[in-house]
């Protein structure tokens, strides 16, 4: 079956007029992908709610301060939450209304995070018009790195760091190569390629300014060859004096994590413990340099995105735009409701997402996907004895032995990990999926991570 997908999108990408080797990373799995449930779906706007939650941590880094108090009336776009420190991002209202409440709420992230919640009112719920566009060699790169700060801008792939931060290299650290990821590897997810079918001159816009920001020369638009529709409506919209070219990688997860799309775009190696400052690369994923362009341009917020519903277990799988802060409930409601076999629910996507106890969570900035599975298609773990096959340590993208790693957490061995590079596992989740044992070994690893960090307090 994996065999045949990825038949089919080498065809088809080579069907597009552009034969060539497709480019790719050592090791990675090739799970089923089930991405036809949304691909071709066109994104529809959602209904305004009648209450946002806007959590004061939606990145990583210092968390905000609330900017507003309970009764303030409050704007589209305002800024709610902010913080002088440079690695956070202020949050904005996605609507304008009422505070009702500055209060503990919920998080996708598992946590309780102190939140605005917003009561929608009458006024103005539109966003600013679009304004001209300038060139992007006209903006100085201060003047990118101010509009994103200010935009509150985060990665939008999932990470959450803030993206001004990115966009401020340390003299030391000169970029010459700016990647986007565009891969979009996690199963089932269909938000990026969607916002390169309904928006692709704002990704070329937004490639443009990113790289005048970091001073890099080339830049790539990484794209797995299972959507040749995106990479054959980008292609016109380039040309030589862009000096950005488009990449077709292999369907093969984690294409679109940072060092194995740097490895693929460019054949360098981020060093163990590195980033990808440290090999001249700047890596933003493909949403948030529409975010970019949109920030700069025309000094909008993220207020709302594109966010793929889907899975088995949701009765009408869409692409939707969002606004900032509406509850998954709502979400999930206008997408038809639970299928009778719905069981687990995970914004993002099955193998990095993050599963939810709660319905009341909202959209965030970083969301870019609501996955429901059914009963089917859940299996409970239950590990056994490690039986030294190797398979975690073959599917491994960052050369770990992750079943090294599990059982030194396993025996809370906690001190030996550093000998073992704990703090390269990027936790895709790769290993466990290989494991025949069913040893949940990436969950060890986080677990020893998050213990090594409390022993440094």
Not at 209 to 214: D, N, R, Y
Not at 220 to 238: F, S, T, V
Request: charged letters at 20%.
């Amino acid at each position: 079956m994996i065999i045949v997908i990825r038949i089919i999108a080498n065809s088809l990408f080579n069907s597009v007029g552009n034969i060539m080797e497709l480019k790719t990373f050592k090791h990675g799995i090739h799970p089923e992908y089930y991405k036809e449930l949304t691909q071709d779906l066109a994104t529809v706007p959602m209904p305004l709610p009648k209450q946002i939650i806007i959590p004061l941590q939606q990145h990583i880094g210092v968390p905000c301060q609330p900017a507003v108090q309970v009764k303030d009336e409050v704007r589209v776009g305002d800024i709610v939450g902010n913080s002088e420190a440079f690695v956070s991002s202020p949050v904005h209202t996605s609507m304008s209304g009422v505070v009702k409440k500055v209060e503990p709420y919920p998080h996708p992230g598992g946590a309780m995070v102190n939140s605005v919640i917003i009561e929608a009112n009458e006024q103005d719920q539109s966003f600013p018009p679009k304004k001209e566009q300038r060139e992007a060699a006209s903006y100085s790169a201060e003047d990118i790195r101010t509009a994103v700060r200010k935009a509150g801008l985060v990665g939008l792939g999932g990470a959450g760091f803030p993206t001004h931060v990115k966009l401020t290299p340390p003299k030391d650290k000169p970029i010459d190569t700016v990647v986007i990821n565009a891969a979009e590897c996690e199963p089932y997810l269909t938000s990026d390629h969607r916002m390169i079918l309904e928006q692709p001159e704002e990704v070329i816009y937004g490639t443009q300014l990113i790289m005048k920001a970091v001073g890099a020369k080339k830049g790539y638009i990484g794209i797995e060859a299972n959507k040749p529709n995106a990479l054959e409506i980008l292609r016109p919209l380039l040309s030589a004096a862009d000096q950005i070219e488009l990449l077709a990688l292999e369907v093969k997860y984690p294409q679109g994590a940072e060092k194995m799309l740097i490895k693929a775009a460019v054949n360098r190696e981020v060093p163990a413990g590195g980033l990808p400052m440290d090999v001249g690369v700047n890596v933003n994923n493909v949403t948030g340099a529409v975010a970019v362009a949109k920030a700069v341009r025309d000094g909008l917020p993220v207020l709302e995105r594109i966010v793929t519903v889907t899975g088995k277990g949701i009765r009408e799988p869409k692409n939707v735009l969002v606004r900032v802060g509406t509850p998954i409930k709502e979400v999930i409601e206008f997408c038809g409701g639970f299928t009778p076999s719905a069981r687990k629910i995970i914004l993002g996507g099955p193998m990095m997402g993050i599963a939810q106890t709660t319905l009341d969570v909202p959209v965030i900035k970083a969301t870019g996907g609501i996955l429901i599975l059914t009963d089917e298609e859940i299996s409970e773990l239950k590990p056994h004895t490690c039986i030294h096959c190797g398979k975690c340590v073959h599917a491994c993208p960052m050369g770990l032995i992750p079943s090294k790693l599990g059982a030194l957490v396993e025996r809370e061995l906690y001190e030996k990990l550093p000998e073992y590079n704990v703090n390269d596992c990027m936790e895709c989740g790769c290993c466990v999926y290989v494991c025949p044992a069913k040893r949940p070994m990436v969950h060890w690893i986080k677990v020893g991570k998050a213990v090594l960090r409390s022993r440094k307090k």
